[in-house]
């Protein structure tokens, strides 16, 4: 049935190495062609490159042990490549296609059951390459389509061709970040990327330190062991016992990846004080200053401020100059955490928000999130130049040789707490060259500009409610759906806040159970659940907004 | 010229969607074929999924933005796509080729300052998709070709198909594994792996904990936060101070991740304590007992042991039977860092190796090493249920809602010290899919066998010495090459052990001018450079150890 299925889904093209052992239909048909013509189709071949054409190929008898290194293995493994491109490419297309459902929503244990053929269990017997082209289709066909322009439900959206592309790439090329012998190009092009961004931060020169890692929480992370070392590079040998107290400070708003780090380096999240924010989640800097003195009265070292450029819920700006001032008072590190806020650096318009960034010792900036970047892309960037080597490196000589006959200061890997490091640079790298600073710009703008058209849509519109007044400062808009039914209700009775905090999670779960759109959910603090839209999509137009807000009413005007 | 290059490279195909506005040769001479012909040729449109073919497509006044999400951005997008794998599968094709370099070397300065056409720098303005995509070539032409048969570099070498494929996938999937609302396919995966990891190292019914981690590094270091927790929950709120002066005890053969992790997560690395080793590198128990009781009588606390299955350098294995006997007689953790070993738990006849190991609390095991999955694939299994959570969880309401409508416990963001966390595992599952655990068995033996062969080859051979006796445990094999000028010399003179110092570096350069093969060499304690062979390259041959061993003397005769 499946090879059937495939025959009949393939188009037909004359290849260079065709098989023809597994003619379809139109194999046989085109079999009746001159050789003269016959040549014409064929793949031309220059430069002594193979130019490989899909031909219909019959996967079932194929197995992973015929495919490169292989024997002879040479044309099996094109034609399952280019099938797989073609099952890609067409998941691609369909994910921009505002028609297909944005998921097809099962829960675990129809998964784990089994889908028609599709099962996850591994076994000890291989299966067949038609099988395994089946599994990819159906991974695909039962997962998230994150690039669905009707996708909003994190801060990660959208799928970038050109960005696929250097994913693609960099999975072929297969290598490691951890020295310039083995990854050359990409080792110089996150060099050059980080200098780039520094210069952008405004740091002079663009002179500094930095590494690319595994997400926004490893680069907070790495900011508190760094401004650790700055102060007590005892602790390096000698352990935690070997400063004192130690006290991290960070908003009630900020990513729980600061606590996290706390409680992970050994400082304890008792440690991590957490600041008030006023009305719009921006921390108030007078309450850092007083929990600073607070903290100094108790005998204990404040040591770090994490300031959030773009929070998490409210996509808040901390007030950075206001910060750094009292940082600089207290003799203090001063860390931006702008992983979701980062991109707005590009933009002459919004940039403002992140006045006084060049003030900050380290920024963490996430290009996976608002510049779209393909997950995993984030950057931890320090203002002094070399403080990573010292906090981290272990001088392994079984890895950083200092006799090779290249300038070794571009082996980096030293500097990281990871040895080897997925290569994250190369797709960001390469964007960067397709859209110039410009092209991401404009795309940070665009978003700007829908989430103040969905703020101007809403805020006055019958059964909505802001969470916070004013416009959003990123593409956050947190708002409240209220259905007909809890209009007329006192907004402070038990009752109304017990019966809105379900809203939207059912809302979102007839969303998801009709596959047309994702928005993410939430309480904060003591306000109930409501609805966190945020825009990083590139596909998204005012019309999948307004689709949105109808989608919202559709579902929930009867709860 | 870019144009003319991508004209004459280009295979003719009659597209379904084909330009016409920009016919190269072979698209002119078809285009006199009659209708019926071109339909023939075209490519078949079923199930509503277009067939996309290549057709000659001028790059040069196409940019990023003409790309999906672009207007009518389809055919540009699918255009685009094709020509990048193009690139990619004649680059796959050629790795293959042994006739081809494994480099192209250059220095860091020399890239730096531009190849004919290929500038690292970033710039404001967009490049055309035509210089994108010549930037894709130079990037793969100017690195180095780690599935290549030749490269013995890594720990990580080859480049599975299969797995290739997976990480395209992943990659145009673009999603995140820290809830199940977004990747249920990708999570239910890990959980269904993680199981099986956890059988195959033989705890019951495969219970415990686990999860895939950017690295070796990273895995080491969950290892070492969740015995701390263990042991002293405390320090997860109120820090190290909380807990007596904690100790960690490993090989000094073992990975610098270990002492990394003691100096990150605030023991310091003065508390990790090295143990000695026999001749072969493997840990001498009764110097971890004699250690451990050093420690008690200063009152510090001893709490971990690393025992090291697949040491980097020497590829030995510490006797973990008796490493585990100790740990229980002194109430410790038992850690085994499995990140290069763990695949001969996969094989019948080399998984004796790790005779212990289900006496282990944590074990580490990347299959992006031994096992051939690419890069980044790292597991940290454990023992005991729910530790990883109870360790790092933060319950942050904003990303891990209580309320969802499916069974959340499937949500695994929160035991994770990352937030957003890459999809690793779907390369690994499919690999396991298309081989069957009978295929990582049969990779695992060959590349045994093939060391095997090395050592029986060189072991007796004139200008060579072993740097250790015996049959290596791993696919490590370690040898000093002695050049015909040193052969005579006193051995234990200053002035021998000074050039053979220098013999594999020189090589090893010349080697990588030549671009013929790569291997690594490093120091070792008081043993000055020697070669560090590894084989976990499934394209690797007899033939090709042949030729390294040819290679080393043709270029180090004459040192």
Same sequence: chains 1, 2.
Wanted: glycine letters at 8%.
């Amino acid at each position: 049935l499946l090879s059937k299925k495939n025959f009949l889904q393939h188009g037909w093209v004359m290849g260079f190495l065709q098989k023809n052992n597994s003619l379809g239909e139109e194999g046989r048909l085109a079999g009746s062609l001159s050789e003269r013509q016959k040549n014409l189709f064929s793949c031309v071949n220059s430069d002594r490159d193979a130019r490989f054409c899909r031909t219909e190929t019959d996967f079932s008898n194929m197995f992973a042990r015929d495919l490169l290194p292989a024997k002879n293995g040479e044309e099996a493994t094109m034609q399952f490549l280019l099938e797989l491109v073609d099952i890609l490419t067409n998941y691609v297309r369909k994910s921009f296609d505002r028609s297909t459902k944005v998921l097809d929503f099962h829960h675990p244990h129809q998964l784990l059951e089994g889908m028609e053929g599709f099962n996850l269990e591994l076994s000890d017997q291989p299966e067949s390459l038609e099988q395994i082209l089946v599994d990819c289709r159906d991974t695909l066909k039962y997962g998230v389509r994150t690039g669905h322009p009707r996708f909003f439900n994190q801060l990660s959206t959208g799928l970038d061709i050109i960005g696929l592309a250097g994913e693609w790439l960099t999975s072929t090329a297969n290598t490691n970040m951890f020295t310039y012998e083995i990854a050359p190009v990409f080792v110089l092009m996150e060099q050059l990327t980080l200098k780039k961004m520094r210069e952008i931060i405004g740091w002079p020169s663009g002179e500094g330190d930095g590494i690319f890692s595994p997400g926004g929480a490893i680069s907070n992370m790495y900011s508190v062991m760094i401004a650790r070392y700055k102060y007590f590079p005892e602790v390096k040998a000698k352990g935690m016992s070997a400063a004192p107290r130690l006290v991290l400070f960070t908003s009630e708003h900020s990513h729980y990846s600061i606590k996290k780090a706390g409680a992970a380096l050994g400082f304890g999240s008792e440690n991590v004080v957490l600041l008030s924010t006023d009305e719009r989640g921006r921390v108030i800097p007078a309450d850092l200053e007083a929990k600073i003195l607070d903290v100094k009265q108790k005998g204990y070292h404040p040591l770090f401020v994490n300031a959030t450029a773009g929070s998490t819920v409210y996509g808040a700006f901390d007030p950075i100059n206001e910060i750094a001032d009292i940082c600089e008072k207290y003799n203090m590190w001063l860390h931006v955490d702008g992983a979701w806020g980062g991109g707005l650096l590009m933009s002459r318009k919004h940039r403002h928000k992140f006045s006084g960034v060049e003030r900050a010792n380290s920024v963490t900036w996430n290009p996976h999130k608002m510049m779209g970047v393909p997950l995993q892309c984030s950057a931890i960037l320090v203002r002094e130049k070399g403080i990573l080597a010292g906090c981290n490196s272990m001088c392994a000589g079984y890895l950083f040789q200092p006799d090779k006959q290249y300038d070794v200061s571009y082996d980096t890997g030293d500097k990281a707490i990871q040895c080897g490091r997925h290569v994250d640079i190369f797709k960001f790298w390469l964007m960067w060259k397709a859209k110039g600073t410009i092209g991401f710009e404009q795309h940070i703008d665009k978003c700007l500009d829908l989430s103040q058209y969905l703020y101007d849509k809403i805020r006055n519109r019958e059964g909505y409610e802001m969470v916070f007044d004013g416009v959003p400062q990123h593409t956050n808009v947190c708002f409240w759906y209220i259905p007909p039914s809890l209009r007329g209700m006192e907004h402070n009775s038990k009752e109304y806040r017990e019966k809105l905090h379900k809203v939207a999670p059912n809302i979102k779960a007839m969303m998801m159970e009709s596959g047309t759109t994702m928005v993410g959910y939430q309480p904060q603090g003591q306000k109930v659940n409501f609805f966190r839209m945020v825009i990083s999509n590139p596909a998204a137009l005012q019309s999948d907004i307004d689709f949105l807000i109808d989608e919202i009413e559709r579902l929930g005007r009867d709860l």
